[in-house]
């Protein structure tokens, strides 16, 4: 039995069937709707209920997992009920939700392909990459530069010069480190390519109209804004210490603003794992009060160097 015939045969047994003519949900609450509703609240509420007398009483006369099938059976029914009312398919929320787990948990099985693997050399981010966080007095404050270790005098600052603009210091003056990591982890930063052509290190992509629409002004707004979101996600969440995932909710506004770029087809797996690194770097930066970030773009991978190293 697939779900869409177990949701076929279910619906003989509604007894609060949705009315002849209604094919939208109303605004106001329906009876047909609230009760199904309801009902799938009450069920799970059953299912810890069960869970509850467990742990208060052990094994009762019926067995423990007899009973969470009865519970998982009529939460079951209710889902498809809730489904009918909404004109949704069971199979279809099941497959869609299979992909969105397998997004979020599986790394991609086909290799990794850089944006720019086409183009000439000079167009390209860097492979590899080491910057130095350091600090500098620029008119009278005490800012953090990123320094390019690999290319030229190690004075040469590459970006603007930043400090926290907030009244506590949350570190983040280091969020640069964000940008690197995906540079590193996704083969993309708008942002890094920006600051890479100022310094001249590297030329406008080909056509223009792909310089246009990946590394212009509304791409960098929109990585900024990526960082930014993270940045709040993470403040809240002891800068994901120990974590091995961000919230859902964060991954799927990132999908949602860059639905139109390129980066789009990075999995959730590859989101989470850029900003999970992203932030184990920005913690290191942030304990030594500076130090280093060496990425390798072929490998995905971003590490910090410390201060002395």
Known sequence: MDLDEYQRIARAADQNPKPDGCSEPSQNPQKHEVIPLLGLVGEVGGLLSEYKKLLRDGATR??????????????????????????????????QNLKKVEEMWRAPSEGRQLYDEHLPTSQQLPRHFEYAFEYRSINGARKVVLVDRLNGDSMDSTGDPLTDNAYEDDGYRFHDALHLAFAACLGWSPVLRKLLRVKKRLENRTPAKVDEGEDGGRARVIEEAIAAAAYLHAADRDFLVEADAVDWQLLRHIKQLTSGIEVRNRTNFEWNNALLRGFAVWRELRRYEGGALRGDLLAGTIEFIPPSD
């Open 62 to 95: 019926r067995k423990f997992r007899d009973e969470v099938a009865e519970e998982l059976g009529d939460i079951l029914w209710y889902v498809s009920n809730v489904a009918d009312k909404f004109s949704l398919s069971l199979n279809d929320i099941a497959m």
